[in-house]
């Protein structure tokens, strides 16, 4: 068995494990990366990054669809599947090129194998031909990500009963489809597949659709993916699956306490994550898993010195941004770096790209009044802005949650035409500390929809000026 020493040895190369690679070489730190599939991990090969692709496939299609509101005739319309994974799958595959690149220029040594902590700083490399090595290590940043999270009963079976990566890549669109979860990831599957033209029913056992997310835009939300067609049903319970040849039969227990049947051709399980802590020796060397979760301290050290945890593998939120970020945050602590600051999840933004996209950051206005909070809300149409209506997107709402006695921007939530982008503008202003009266100073470009958060602002204080 060979051995090799480094500073840092990160095991999982997604959004958290590469970024904290990066950052550990800028460091002056002596880093390693271990891999057991594809450079990015799940994100950039099975998640955020080819979705995105997905949902862009289905974004044109649609708006080719509304060729005629804007004046131009289009005959023949249809789509390929098939190319539409493809291309899907090239975009990945890129992105996965592009993290080995970076590896490269930041002198980073990329280790394919499965690893297990067998001892303090120390780290066994298993490859997939049984070729077995060890890595010693005066730190290790866990960065090993999560997987779909099963119910007992409905578990996947890659046919009939998928999990986010059977979705990705259909051989054909199904006819029908049950989506089981109503957060972001079962939404943006309804919606793309929705748009395709398949019949979709989103089931979620809790009493709205996108529950994290502000009362207000989930509602607005609902109202939209059933204008599309998508049925949803809310305080529902799937209670079992029976799986025929090339058919699902779902018994649905409703709110009022009866059941119902539904056939349809497949079933998308998108119920949560659970981290993968399995297999990595973490228990014999004391580092306490929590339902599925590394336990760690405000600098993502766990309870053994020298050991981190970072990304999915940590708990909520689930986004690859947070693990970028806790990434960067790790590889700074090992390095003694001054001034790192603990991570505020409520400056963290999320984002739902379904058709509408759906972003927020902060608190919803529900939990900033029951933080006790006196509030201040701010709500501006997309109708009301020049540029929405010439994008023909006019559907839509930004909504601000100011502290009526500091002129703090307690959360920002918004639906409608890219507000994944626009998002990042409140995010920036909470980071900053910005008040109302520095959002309220703020030239922001016209003709923009980045007037609607200037809007949502003066709105809140009674001061709007276009509606």
């Known amino acids: 068995m060979t051995s090799a020493s480094y500073d840092v040895v990160i095991i999982g190369s997604g959004p958290g494990g590469y970024i904290a690679a990066v950052r550990c070489n800028q460091l002056g730190l002596k880093t390693a990366i271990v891999e057991r599939e594809s450079l990015g991990g799940i994100c950039l090969n099975w998640g955020c990054i080819p979705t995105k692709a997905l949902l862009r496939s289905a974004e044109v299609y649609h708006l080719m669809e509304r060729a005629s509101e804007f004046g131009i005739k289009t005959q023949g319309l249809s789509f390929d599947p098939a190319a539409i994974v493809a291309r899907s799958r090239k975009v990945a595959a890129t992105l996965s090129a592009g993290v080995k690149f970076l590896m490269k220029k930041n002198k980073v040594d990329v280790i394919e194998g499965t690893a297990k902590l067998t001892a303090p700083g120390k780290i066994a490399i298993e490859k997939a031909s049984g070729e077995k090595s060890e890595l010693l290590a005066r730190n290790i940043i866990l960065a090993t990500g999560a997987r779909a999270r099963t119910l007992p009963g409905i578990e996947p079976d890659g046919k009939l009963i998928w999990t986010y990566r059977e979705a990705m890549v259909p051989p054909a669109m199904p006819k029908s489809l049950l989506v089981i979860g109503s957060g972001a990831i079962g939404v943006e599957f309804a919606s793309f597949y929705n748009t395709f033209g398949v019949d979709v029913t989103i089931v979620e056992v809790m009493d709205r659709v996108l529950p994290v997310e502000d009362a207000e835009i989930s509602d607005l939300a609902a109202k939209a993916f059933k204008k599309h067609g998508i049925k949803i049903l809310t305080g529902t319970k799937v209670e079992k699956l029976d799986k025929g040849a090339d058919s699902v039969t779902a018994t649905l227990g409703l709110p009022d306490g009866k059941t119902e049947t539904l056939t349809i051709d497949r079933v998308i399980s998108a119920v949560g994550i659970t981290g993968n802590v399995e297999n990595l020796g973490l228990e014999a060397l004391g580092v306490k898993v929590d339902r599925g979760h590394v336990v760690v301290n405000q600098w993502l050290e766990t309870g053994v010195k020298g050991i981190y945890a970072i990304g999915d593998l940590v708990g909520a939120p689930w986004l690859a941004h947070k693990a970028s970020h806790e990434g960067v945050m790790a590889a700074e602590h090992i390095a003694g770096v001054k001034g790192i600051h603990p991570l505020d999840t409520t400056k963290i933004p999320g984002c739902t790209y379904a058709n509408p996209q759906v972003a927020s950051v902060g608190l919803t206005e529900a939990k900033a009044r029951e933080a006790g909070h006196e509030v201040k809300i701010?709500?501006?149409?997309?109708?009301?802005?020049?540029?929405?209506?010439?994008?023909?997107?006019?559907?839509?709402?930004?909504?601000?949650?100011?502290?009526?006695?500091?002129?703090?921007?307690?959360?920002?939530?918004?639906?409608?035409?890219?507000?994944?982008?626009?998002?990042?503008?409140?995010?920036?202003?909470?980071?900053?500390?910005?008040?109302?009266?520095?959002?309220?100073?703020?030239?922001?470009?016209h003709p923009t929809l980045s007037e609607l958060l200037h809007e949502s602002v003066l709105d809140a204080y009674g001061q709007a000026l276009n509606f």
Request: no cysteine; charged share 20%; glycine share 12%.
């Open 378 to 445: 701010g709500r501006v149409p997309f109708r009301a802005n020049g540029k929405a209506i010439a994008l023909g997107e006019p559907d839509g709402l930004v909504k601000t949650v100011f502290d009526a006695k500091t002129g703090e921007l307690l959360g920002a939530h918004m639906i409608g035409a890219e507000v994944t982008e626009l998002i990042q503008g409140y995010t920036v202003a909470r980071t900053l500390e910005s008040t109302e009266a520095d959002l309220m100073h703020t030239i922001f470009p």
